[in-house]
């Protein structure tokens, strides 16, 4: 996608000094080159406004920022600079995006949500799309008001599909996605317990997500997700879909072998219920009309990508990295993943908080516990807070050898050191602030 700083200003009513060619966005000014528009406002932790200089300094071919910041962009507009004001920056740009969409001829538009499962569908569903025509989506986990406005820009005349994830943490979030979007297709991988803590009850997590399919989408759920029969309720146009898969060969870490309408053919992924993510991708694209040759070929090919069950071989050791994200769910269904591979080593949990729960987190962490408890695995290292909960049911359960909890990282690597030795399985899961990818360093000193 591509407009002019001019354009910008007319379409949005803001207001503008110089010209731009713009074909890009970015929130960060580290990520910026010819071409980029880079939006200056205040975050939870910083100001945008501060990093103008270095988005200038790294390429940036223009800045926009909120009409507050008018006086202090005099230098700015002195050296001749593109500039552009708005009162909201981020809903200028939805606008804009907005309108641009609608001139794309024939562009079929997917929305994705859930509390888990979005990045995983919306890689395999992408992959069986782009079998037939011209497919965006978004770029990696960029799935917030941002992140969507980030990826949108990928969209040109010629494409055929779009597949964007609309991840929520908040009240209100989804309003602006789905207005902007606008998507034919909406798809609501599950409900649960994630970021809990902000929405309150599941019933305002169902209700907030299922505000993507407000604007006349045609839904797909699971019909096997308990809320799938609420959500209907209300959005009469949702298709509840079956599970795809005649049969299931669990291949370990190489993935699973599964028979699709009477066709064997292996899916490259980790953890049972990426299957549920490819029953919801072969639906939407058989209602799209694919064959069965062309969902066969996108979910042979289908991408994994970081913190999302990929598989990493580092320093002889194979790790699950499944640390992207964590709600209780996903958790058990990473538990039980490395629970039932065979292997000749030992096979180590790493698990980390799951943040956001609010209420639940204490019943949740105690449930993983249950969980641990009968899994086939040699060692559990718990880090954070939240897990000493994991910790203290474990143990009144008997598993005091087993287990091991800190809430120190720098201890939790020491102890990771100790354990792991090369032919070794190791699971790594938590939520994102948790950041247990900073577990490498130690693993790759393991003898």
């Excluded at 053919?265 to 639906?283: E, Q, R």
Aim: proline fraction near 2%; charge should be neutral.
């Amino acid at each position: 996608m591509r407009f002019t700083l001019k354009e910008f200003s007319f379409l949005t009513a803001s207001k503008h000094f110089g010209s731009a060619m713009i074909d890009s966005i970015s929130f960060d000014s580290r990520n910026v080159k010819k071409g980029t528009l880079f939006v200056a406002i205040k975050g939870k932790n910083s100001d945008g406004f501060d990093w103008v200089k270095d988005a200038i300094g790294n390429g940036a071919s223009a800045i926009l920022t909120t009409n507050s910041n008018f006086f202090k962009a005099k230098e700015i507009i002195a050296k001749g600079f593109p500039i552009a004001f708005a009162e909201n920056p981020l809903l200028s740009i939805h606008k804009m995006l907005e309108i641009k969409k609608k001139e794309i001829n024939n562009l079929i538009s997917i929305g994705i949500t859930g509390s888990c499962g979005k990045t995983t569908t919306k890689e395999m569903l992408s992959s069986i799309l782009a079998q037939r025509n011209s497919c965006v989506s978004t770029i990696g986990n960029l799935n917030s008001e941002y992140g969507l406005a980030i990826s949108m820009m990928q969209l040109k005349k010629d494409t055929a599909y779009c597949v964007f994830e609309c991840g929520i943490d908040h009240i209100g979030e989804m309003d602006s996605m789905v207005k902007t979007l606008d998507p034919d297709i909406a798809i609501i991988t599950n409900i649960s317990n994630s970021h809990l803590e902000a929405f309150g009850s599941m019933d305002i997590t169902a209700r907030e997500k299922s505000k993507l399919l407000s604007l006349g989408a045609k839904g797909f759920m699971l019909k096997d997700c308990e809320w799938s029969s609420t959500i209907q309720k209300s959005y009469p146009k949702l298709y509840r879909a079956a599970y795809a898969f005649d049969s299931v060969k669990d291949l370990g870490l190489n993935g699973f072998e599964v028979s699709f309408n009477n066709k064997k053919f292996t899916i490259p992924v980790i953890g049972k219920a990426k299957l549920l993510d490819a029953s919801l991708a072969i639906s939407v694209a058989s209602y799209l009309g694919f064959e069965d040759e062309e969902i066969i070929s996108g979910l042979k090919s289908v991408n994994t990508l970081f913190g999302r069950s990929r598989l990493v071989k580092e320093s002889g050791l194979e790790i699950i990295e499944d640390c992207y994200n964590a709600n209780l769910p996903s958790s058990i269904d990473a538990i039980r993943t490395i629970s039932s591979i065979n292997t000749k080593g030992n096979k180590h949990v790493v698990l980390a908080d799951m943040r956001e729960l609010g209420c639940e987190s204490v019943p949740s962490h105690k449930r993983l516990a249950q969980e641990l408890s009968c899994a086939d695995v040699d060692d559990i290292l718990l880090y954070g807070n939240e897990v000493k909960a994991t910790y203290n049911t474990l143990i009144e359960l008997g598993l005091k050898d087993k287990v091991f909890y800190t809430p120190d990282f720098n201890t939790l690597c020491e102890e990771t050191k100790k354990r792991a030795k090369k032919g070794d399985i190791v699971l790594l899961k938590g939520s994102r602030v948790m950041a247990l990818e900073r577990l490498y360093p130690t693993l790759r000193e393991v003898c």
